[in-house]
């Protein structure tokens, strides 16, 4: 399973597993833990509030989610690699599209708060200033009878900053872990 994993064979794994919420709350989630806990200690199902362990097709559904972690922390660790909030395709509507952006930033918080406490006196203020961000971005949304092109416009650039910031997230805290000699990898 090489290929970049699609918003919709997420979902569908989520499904199976009995999370109901979006499922870019859960790769949200997923990123925001790798930003705090070393990736060996992520178990992806642990991120699922409830799991269905009963079901035909988690073996296949853990697999996927583990293919995600994968995925996620090589766009977080590999130069090559960009990482990209796991989102519906640009074909869905507008409002569902912002919707599951608002999950992703709501998601990315928790797993945020899975780890270790961070010290926000030690952080930078483009750090402070990007968790103050995802945290107003929770609540966006799109207004009726704006210019869908103006819209269209901004919800793109949403979607990049929330790809630097949180990149960038990652970045300062494994850049504190090495200068307190904890490393996550």
């Known amino acids: 399973m090489s290929d970049v994993l699609r918003y919709d ?8 597993l009995g999370f109901t919420q979006e499922a870019a709350e859960y790769h949200g989630a997923l990123c925001g833990a790798l930003c705090v806990r070393p ?11 409830s799991t269905n362990t009963a079901g035909e097709n988690t073996a296949g559904a853990e697999q996927v ?14 130069a090559g690699t960009v990482l990209s ?3 519906p395709d640009d074909e869905e509507s507008l409002p569902r599209r912002v919707r599951a952006l608002s999950a992703w930033c ?22 402070k200033e990007i968790l103050r961000d995802f945290t107003e971005f929770t609540h966006a949304g799109v207004d009726d009878g704006e210019n869908v092109e103006l ?7 949403l979607i990049e900053y929330i790809r630097v910031g949180a990149q960038l997230v990652y970045l300062e805290l494994h850049a504190c872990d090495a200068d307190a000699g904890v490393t996550f990898h």
């Open 151 to 157: 819209e269209e416009t901004a919800y793109a650039e």
């Open 106 to 127: 709501e998601g990315f918080l928790y797993g945020i708060s899975t780890g270790r406490p961070i010290e926000m006196k030690r952080c930078t203020p483009e750090f």
């Open 39 to 49: 990736a060996e200690e992520i178990d992806p199902l642990d991120l699922l509030e």
């Open 65 to 78: 989610l583990r293919h995600l972690c994968g995925q996620s922390l090589a766009a977080f660790t590999d």
């Open 85 to 87: 909030p796991l989102l």
């Open 9 to 16: 064979r997420l979902a569908e794994a989520l499904s199976s």
